[in-house]
């Protein structure tokens, strides 16, 4: 994707004139969900590389794994021990985490335990619990989760555990006893485990017809979904991810790792997109996966992938990757903090695989230890990474050259547990390897969230980090977008973006608060541009700077107020900033800050001229 500089906001609409009404909204469906506007709850699609709404939004779908729970035995392979605690979990995903989006974690395990038979109770428990997020206004991507093939290949004294295919899948093959030699990073199993890349390779090749058997049960639990979601609830699901984390385990003589994602990988995508169509997803696009280390980081662990020969696959399919920073994580090959823009090659290289592919892009899964001794990293690795995810410009360089920004990126953060530090596992089976600390899985500690004592979900990372400013729907195409959390590492805060010094009422009305700033040219539609309100932006202390107006204390939204909050829908409590354009084709700006507590009329209207002036040179 060109970084060139466009000259994207060459004209401005009239600042101080008078606002125009805005055009009257095409009728619609009363909506089913609490607090829902005429513009809510339509299925997503995409269209022109990015996922869009029935109105023509661009859409960001932003929020969280839910869970890596589903990995554990203790509630059989799901993420909730009951459908109340769904329902718990959404609400604080919503109003503590700030999120519209969840990837469920699904076991193929406990789909299928007996060959060719799906369980339909775990079917049903999953569907409800599915069901109580997307109850919450939370759309939903579902995802056959594995980590080195099966808990199954390991012995029940082993150090490590696996998650995914079932047992009588792992009893097909004469597997060799699992070890894997001097391994700190459970990872490491995944290239230096013979039980496990033996294994993965059987699958791969389907070798027993596991393949086969596994595309079966998934078109078994797709079709269940849709049957028992109901039409309304299934509008939320955006997609689904067919297989966690591909790798080969072993390639053949010859082959490499990316003539193994075009002759193996992508095969096998095309096969579950079939699947798809036949469990009556035809218009919901797979979220695929390319080589896990297609994008590693560490030099020795990439391996050239990113589904490069699979040409133009949008939009019945989604680029979807991971990222996690092995460098900081190893404790090793970094020994300081993460910066200002230390993953913004990493996240657009994501963009420019994307654009490549003419299809939206997600990075699914991405975080950092939140204990240990590397875990003092994350409130900077964090910070970085939802840095990358809105902009591939740094914050340094962003208000000298915004239109490089690129497109917002969605992404899905690594995880969201309630139950983390209150687990009951009983590792690889053994009653005398009972799990109760962090994640619960091979030593993991990764959960945003967990349950107080009173039972009452509560963050472990900075809600100014987690719960964010940004934009959810763009009625046009999004120019450029940047977000200043604020968020602290311990007791000092993190500013890597600040009002530079020629814009100094823009830098007065800021001060030290947070801040966001979104550049958009306006489509034809009539549906409002919304950007997610955190809990840190209460109506009464956010102010808007916007060439649409300048408000302090945005009114509730009606069609014809520019400018304005309302509840974001599933009745949870959080909020929305709506912005009201009337145009087509027209650059827009708003500024979006909670910094002045009762700024003047005399400085709003000075922030708005030097913002105009700003945005016309650019």
Request: aromatic content about 10%.
């Amino acid at each position: 994707m060109s970084t060139t500089r466009p000259r994207v906001l060459v004209v401005l609409v009239l600042l101080l004139g008078c606002l125009t009404a805005a055009t009257p909204h095409p009728a619609a469906a009363t909506p089913t969900l609490p607090d829902s506007l005429w513009f809510d709850e339509t299925p997503l699609t995409v269209q022109n590389g990015r996922f869009t709404d029935e109105h023509g939004r661009e859409i960001v779908l932003r929020g969280y794994n839910v869970s890596g729970e589903t990995k554990l035995a203790e509630n059989r392979g799901l993420p909730f021990a009951s459908v109340a605690d769904a329902r718990k979990s959404a609400a604080a995903l919503r109003t503590l985490g700030g999120g519209n989006t969840i990837r469920f974690l699904l076991s193929w395990a406990y789909a299928e335990p007996v060959r060719g038979q799906v369980d339909t109770a775990y079917l049903s428990a999953a569907t409800a619990q599915i069901g109580a997020f997307l109850d919450a206004g939370i759309r939903v991507y579902p995802d056959f989760h594995q980590d080195l093939y099966s808990r199954h290949l390991f012995d029940a004294d082993s150090w490590y555990t696996g998650d995914g295919a079932p047992k009588w899948a792992v009893d097909l093959g004469d597997y060799p006893d699992e070890y894997c030699g001097i391994c700190p990073f459970w990872g490491q199993n995944i290239t230096s485990n013979a039980a496990v890349t033996e294994a993965t390779y059987d699958f791969w090749h389907n070798t027993h017809g596991l393949q086969d058997s596994f595309l079966d049960t998934a078109q078994k639990v797709m079709a269940h979904l849709r049957q028992n979601l109901g039409a309304a609830r299934f509008a939320g699901v955006v997609g689904f991810d067919p297989y966690n984390e591909p790798h080969p385990g072993v390639l053949d003589s010859g082959q490499t790792s990316r003539s193994w994602e075009r002759d193996v990988l992508w095969p096998f995508y095309e096969r579950f997109r079939a699947r798809m169509d036949a469990a009556g997803w035809q218009d919901k696009p797979a979220f695929v996966e390319p080589n896990l280390f297609w994008n590693a980081n560490l030099d020795f662990q990439r391996q050239e992938g990113g589904l490069l020969d699979a040409g133009r696959i949008g939009p019945r399919y989604v680029f979807n990757t991971h990222f996690y920073d092995q460098k900081a994580i190893s404790g090793i090959f970094m020994w300081g903090k993460a910066q200002d823009g230390q993953y913004a090659g990493d996240f657009g290289t994501v963009r420019d695989r994307a654009a490549a592919a003419n299809t939206a892009g997600i990075v699914s899964e991405f975080g950092h230890p939140l204990a240990g001794t590397v875990a003092d990293k994350a409130p900077t690795v964090l910070k970085a990474m939802y840095q990358a995810l809105d902009s591939r410009v740094k914050g340094a360089s962003w208000w000298s050259d915004p239109a490089a920004s690129g497109p917002v990126l969605s992404g899905s953060q690594w995880q969201w547990d309630i139950y983390h530090g209150r687990h009951h596992e009983l590792m690889n089976g053994n009653p005398d390897k009972v799990l109760t600390a962090g994640d619960a899985w091979n030593d993991e500690d990764l959960s945003a969230v967990r349950l107080d004592d009173s039972g009452t979900p509560v963050l472990r990372q900075d809600a100014r980090l987690l719960d964010r400013l940004y934009p959810s729907a763009t009625s046009g195409t999004t120019v450029a977008f940047t977000y200043e959390d604020r968020s602290r590492d311990g007791s000092t805060t993190l500013t890597w973006n600040p009002v530079p010094g020629s814009l100094p009422q823009v830098a007065r009305l800021v001060g030290t608060g947070q801040y966001g700033l979104l550049m958009w040219r306006s489509g034809s539609g009539s549906a409002p541009t919304e950007l997610h309100l955190p809990a840190s932006f209460p109506t009464g202390s956010t102010t808007v700077v916007s060439d649409l107006g300048t408000v302090h204390a945005p009114p509730a939204y009606t069609s014809a107020t520019p400018v304005a909050v309302a509840p974001e829908p599933g009745g949870t409590g959080s909020r929305r900033l709506l912005l009201t354009d009337t145009d087509s084709g027209v650059p827009h700006f708003a500024l979006v800050t909670n910094g002045a507590s009762a700024p003047s009329a005399e400085l709003l209207a000075a922030a708005r001229a030097e913002l105009a002036a700003w945005a016309a040179g650019r």
